[in-house]
């Protein structure tokens, strides 16, 4: 059966080149990189350069760059470690509705903690207004944490402009930066962010892995106890292999992302405008302001689990925000926060596309899906008494 | 996460419809939650189901578990299909993954209601 990959928000398949850099750190480059002797200098030295690529790509210096497990691990590390560093200065915290759950429940046990959170609504686009920020902002206010780009809908949210009022402020703006590295070009000065999460899983890197800049001057406490690895920032022998594969990925990620992210563009709107030609479905998130490779749609009278399963029947795999698939009993926090009704949350569908992608590929999703579609139409009573 | 059987009823549901001037309907479910099902059940004059048919939005796990109750009630009387449970449901179809046995295994609750509804007919019939 063919097979179609579209479900790269969730993960990316690891790029061979990132292997093969990896590889040497499994068995020959095994020593400890704190270690003093040749076997732990050998790696720092491959640990440091991956520092200095990842740097690289984000427009960062080298010490500004904190290894971590991951995304989740950056913005908790992000939200709390600057909330605690912060928290004689002031209690308020200002986040969006259509966060990450790292981020929203960061903030969520903060409250428990005496914080003060605001949660900025969103439009129908899942846009984010910079005036609604700035009108939040109190002079208790510590840290503002909004989003790069959105991992259910693709909105890409003004976040240089929510970054220059901060700054303007003297509050820290940390962004999540997951779902945009390697899909449009990220900058930590143009973004005007002291702090940014990634996770090299999500371009073409292993998991367990990430990082988070951390601006110059930016007060931050680490969240965990131990060594003096990463600042103490982040202490534990550092993911070594997973280190050198993020380094190796983001280089690669960011080569070219403007030529690619215009690929992939059109892919997104062969499938969109595709999609849109079937009745009752309509287009979640931004037309324009949406990363390169995501596609979002609300099927109308069936659930997104069953579009899944049928979907993967047919060898192609994506996603839903349906309470099925979010693993609690409402569907996405972000499509209800759109302004859309639970009909439509159920039976959304989320697609995100890769560079490995084709138009075949795309042309097959468009052939298969009318049918499936209008088998479990065919079945829903809600479809029958419309 | 699905068992084989559940996703050979998905793939194939048995009984999908509604019957005309059926004895009884049952619905179950709401929108917020994601899961709507629907039964239609038609009786002899000794009150055994001839005929069952269902419609539900829902993920795999509320599909499947319509799909299967069909089969199960066929041929049964009134009484012993308002012995059928959810668990018995799930268990018939080799069990379910935890998170959806609350959530998407309602269509014992559904035929129940079906089943009532038909009651509530025949004594309505009676009293007239």
């Known amino acids: 059966m063919k097979k179609v990959y579209l479900d790269h928000a969730a993960t990316t398949q690891l790029n061979k080149e990132v292997f093969e850099a990896m590889n040497p750190y499994f068995f020959e480059l095994y020593g400890n990189p704190s270690s003093v002797h040749s076997f732990g200098r050998e790696v720092r030295k491959g640990l440091e350069e991956s520092r200095e690529k990842v740097a690289k790509a984000i427009g960062a210096q080298p010490r500004e760059i904190i290894f971590t497990s991951g995304g989740t691990e950056s913005d908790n590390l992000a939200i709390r470690g600057s909330a605690m560093a912060q928290r004689k200065k002031g209690n308020h915290v200002i986040t969006s509705a259509v966060e990450h759950h790292a981020v929203i429940d960061a903030c969520h046990a903060l409250k428990e903690e005496g914080f003060e959170i605001t949660v900025i609504p969103v439009d129908e686009h899942g846009m984010v207004s910079v005036k609604d920020v700035e009108e939040a902002i109190t002079d208790k206010t510590i840290l503002i944490s909004i989003m790069l780009a959105n991992n259910e809908v693709g909105t890409i949210q003004p976040v240089a402009e929510i970054g220059k009022i901060a700054r303007e402020k003297g509050i820290t703006f940390h962004t999540d ?59 534990g022998t550092e993911n070594v292999p997973g280190v050198i594969g993020l380094g190796k990925a983001i280089e690669l990620a960011v080569k070219d992302v403007e030529s690619k992210a215009v690929k992939l563009s059109r892919l997104r709107d ?48 994506c996603s839903s925000g349906s309470a099925c698939t979010s693993g609690s009993l409402d569907p996405s926090h972000v499509l209800l926060a759109m302004g859309l009704d639970h009909q439509a949350a159920h039976g959304s569908l989320r697609f995100t596309l890769g560079v490995e992608n084709t138009e075949a590929e795309i042309d097959y999703v468009l052939e298969t899906i009318p049918g499936i579609v209008e088998r479990l139409r065919s079945m829903s009573p809600v479809y029958a008494s419309k | 996460m699905y068992t084989e059987k559940v996703m050979e009823h998905f793939t194939n549901p048995r009984n999908v419809g509604e019957i005309e001037n059926a004895d009884g309907v049952g619905e179950v479910g709401n929108m917020k939650c994601g899961d709507i099902m629907r039964i239609y059940i038609k009786v002899n004059d000794d009150n055994i189901i001839e005929d069952v048919k269902f419609r539900t939005f829902g993920c795999g796990a509320a599909i499947a578990t319509s799909s299967v109750i069909t089969e199960m009630v066929k041929g049964k009387t009134i009484e012993e299909a308002l012995d059928i449970t959810n668990k018995q449901v799930a268990e018939e179809l080799g069990g379910l993954p935890e998170n959806k046995m609350h959530c998407s295994n309602l269509a014992a609750d559904a035929l129940h209601k079906a089943i009532d509804s038909l009651v509530e007919k025949q004594k309505e019939k009676k009293t007239k």
Not at chain 1, 189 to 198: G, I
Not at chain 1, 281 to 296: F, Y
Not at chain 1, 307 to 317: Q, W
């Open chain 1, 177 to 235: 930066a997951v779902q945009a590295i390697g899909n449009i070009p990220v900058n930590v000065d143009e973004l005007n962010c002291d702090l940014l999460a990634l996770s090299a899983h999500k371009f073409y890197g292993p998991k367990g892995v990430g990082a988070l800049y951390v601006r110059k001057g930016t007060r931050l406490k680490g969240c965990s106890f131990g060594g003096s690895q990463e600042r103490k920032l982040r202490p």
């Open chain 1, 270 to 317: 062969r499938l969109i405008d595709g999609l849109l030609k079937l009745p009752d479905v309509s287009l979640n998130g931004h037309r324009t302001k949406r990363l390169p490779g995501n596609v979002n749609i609300s099927v109308q009278y069936v659930e997104g689990e069953s579009l899944i399963l049928s979907l993967d029947l047919k060898g192609i795999a």
